[in-house]
């Protein structure tokens, strides 16, 4: 799982109720660190274990795909020389659903069905084709 997608959970376990207390102390810092939606805690018999939720269900899923498709909006932003103040309007392919509405919010876009435009992009997320293409306002 890469890192820009979000974990259904997190347990933590430990015999230790310090470790525990500390790691709840932390809990929102490494929830937003770890890109989780919740830690479970639990005491245990063993030395400290965590483990990680990867299991991935549809919501999940579709933030990932969104999180990498963005990444991909602001590599192209950066080749073609804008900044992040810069208004664009956008174009994207996708085999899926995406949360237009956080990228419309994170890329400072306007979602259009149609764009010609010199900066483009094609490429396969976990085997899904998108093509993207940006152009200033």
Request: with cysteine; hydrophobic share 35%; charged share 40%.
């Amino acid at each position: 799982i890469g890192v820009r997608w979000p974990l259904k959970e997190i347990i933590v376990e430990s015999k230790d109720k310090i470790v525990l207390n500390s790691v709840k102390k932390l809990e929102s810092l490494i929830k937003k660190q770890v890109n989780c939606r919740k830690i479970i805690f639990g005491i245990t018999k063993e030395e400290t274990n965590v483990k990680l939720n990867a299991n991935l269900t549809p919501e999940l899923e579709k933030e990932g795909f969104t999180r990498e498709v963005l990444r991909r909006i602001q590599d192209l932003r950066k080749q073609s020389k804008l900044n992040k103040n810069d208004k664009i309007e956008l174009h994207i392919k996708s085999e899926i659903d995406l949360d237009n509405e956080l990228i419309k919010k994170v890329a400072n876009a306007k979602l259009v069905k149609e764009l010609k435009s010199n900066f483009t992009d094609k490429f396969k997320i976990r085997e899904k084709e998108f093509e993207i293409g940006i152009k200033k306002i």
